[in-house]
């Protein structure tokens, strides 16, 4: 193919040379043609890509088309059940519920109850006539002086900078709009997450952004000042999360504006890495001190933790200290984010292999906080492709006692998955710092669609609930779910998780 290129451009560029020399007006087609000629000669010479090199020009297309194979595949030839993170049908049940279009569907379904892993609830005979929860949870232990009435269904950590301002804004007024609370992710607090008034969690992560010093440390003065702010109303310590556990955090140098960096208390325009480890502690007892002082300077708010399971001797001997501490300075909260769990941007190893997923997760963080007699006292936090109200019984059926969701509530905003989030290049205006981009996200249109996904899915969970003889969140139960573990055989979640 290179020789042909040689030839076919060189016979082309003389037969061009003679047209404009018998036609000069004609001039303005060398104009036309001579970016081809000088994108194709640099493939030719060039040494970094192959098929660029063997393939001049036609190779840019292969790499266009690779590129955007996952766009094209959204969009064009996968069926409902396919696609990752998320498959049509996940993502069709957030559009309607946000839009709050119709929400029934003809036919039966087309997820096969013959597929290995396929689960289902189990309803009752005799549903329930009434219905007595009001799906909210109160977040405090025996030193938080200020429990948080929460909802069960809050939206999971996204800071600014990792979304774009009219993000952060129409999340902040859809929660407003909706009682629930907005974690703001470890990016700091900012006037947008203060604009609508919407409950606020407070998280900081390893970075200590918007509460740090010079050197990157724990500043408690930026913190209390943030903690006391009437609309915060719970503090998060990010230890780890799903998606890259054990690894730090990188905000790419194209996200990190002038703005950005204030709220953060960083140099502007480069890249960040958070460290995988926190600075201000390094094992159980020193984070007990830590959450004490937390605490103090928060005027006891819920002082709560977020990690991702991975060697489950840690966890289990963490609360076991926890549970020998006589001043109770153990987390009112603990956020259990699954290795499913997404990000903006991961290290590839932690992304497809790192962590423990959330309902196994879930049920050991359970028994554990029960073996050492904490359940009654700290609350568990889901966190992990939390989207339809089913994933939503099926969590707290393991052990949690509310969830977060992140890609559901960005699914509202309007994302199309098209895994851009790192770029700086989303389409939809969502993970972007680009502002012509951003403009095509209306904050006063996706405000409504937010708080209309976040009502939708609670009243879903209701629905659902009442089909199985339930009357409120008591009755959850983890035998009233079932997977299919072989083409002959199916188990409860009692069975699978013991």
Not at 149 to 160: C, D, P, Q, V
Not at 333 to 351: N, Q
Not at 427 to 450: F, W
Request: proline content about 3%; charged content about 25%; overall charge positive.
């Amino acid at each position: 193919m290179r020789i042909f290129f040689l030839i076919g451009s060189s016979v082309s560029a003389v037969g061009l040379i003679l047209i404009i020399l018998w036609r000069p007006h004609l001039w303005w087609i060398a104009i036309l043609l001579l970016p081809i000629y000088i994108l194709g000669f640099k493939d030719y010479f060039q040494k970094a890509d192959n098929i660029q090199r063997n393939y001049p020009l036609f190779g840019r297309l292969t790499n266009l088309l690779e590129e955007q194979r996952h766009v094209l595949q959204e969009a064009l030839f996968l069926n409902r059940t396919e696609g990752m993170p998320f498959n049509w049908i996940q993502k069709e049940i957030v559009y309607k519920r946000a839009a709050n279009a119709n929400k029934n569907q003809p036919f039966g379904t087309q997820l096969s109850y013959e597929s290995v892993g396929r689960e289902r609830f189990l309803h009752s005979t005799f549903p329930s006539k009434e219905f007595r929860d009001n799906f909210r949870i109160n977040i405090g232990g025996p030193n938080c002086t200020k429990p948080y009435s929460s909802s069960i269904l809050n939206l999971g950590a996204m800071s600014y900078g990792s979304i774009s301002k009219n993000a952060t804004l129409a999340l902040n007024a859809g929660a407003k709009i909706a009682n629930f609370a907005q974690n703001t992710g470890e990016g700091g607090l900012t006037p947008y997450h203060r604009k609508y008034k919407a409950d606020l969690i407070f998280q900081f992560g390893t970075g200590y952004f918007g509460c740090r010093n010079k050197e990157g440390d724990f500043d408690a003065k930026k913190f209390k000042k943030i903690a006391e702010d009437k609309l915060v109303k719970m503090i998060e310590i990010k230890i780890s999360q799903g998606a890259k556990p054990g690894f730090g955090a990188i905000l790419p140098a194209s996200k990190n504006t002038r703005e950005i960096s204030e709220y953060r208390d960083i140099e502007a325009h480069t890249e960040i890495h958070s460290p995988a480890h926190h600075s201000a502690f390094s094992n159980p007892n020193e984070l007990l001190k830590f959450i004490k002082e937390l605490r103090d300077l928060s005027s006891a708010k819920p002082i709560g933790i977020k990690l991702c399971i991975g060697l489950k001797l840690e966890f289990d001997e963490m609360i076991e200290i926890f549970s020998k501490n006589k001043e109770n300075n153990f987390p009112d909260f603990i956020a259990v984010d699954g290795a499913e769990g997404g990000s903006g941007a991961a290290s590839m190893d932690g992304l497809h292999w790192g962590g423990t997923p959330l309902f196994e997760a879930l049920h050991f963080v359970d028994i554990t906080l029960k073996k050492y007699n904490l359940r009654k006292h700290i609350k568990v936090i889901a966190a992990g492709k939390i989207i339809s109200s089913f994933d939503i019984y099926k969590a707290l059926a393991v052990g949690a006692d509310a969830c977060y969701s992140a890609r559901g509530m960005m699914f509202a905003l309007g994302c199309v998955q098209s895994l851009k989030c790192n770029l700086n290049t989303c389409p939809t205006g969502i993970t972007t710092m680009d502002s012509k981009r951003v403009k095509a996200l209306v904050v006063e249109d996706k405000k409504h669609k937010v708080a209309n996904y976040h009502k939708n899915t609670i009243q879903g969970l209701k629905e659902l609930l009442l089909s199985m003889g339930i009357s409120d969140r008591n009755g959850i139960n983890k035998t009233s779910i079932v997977r299919k573990i072989s083409e002959s055989d199916s188990k409860s979640y009692s069975e699978l998780y013991k």
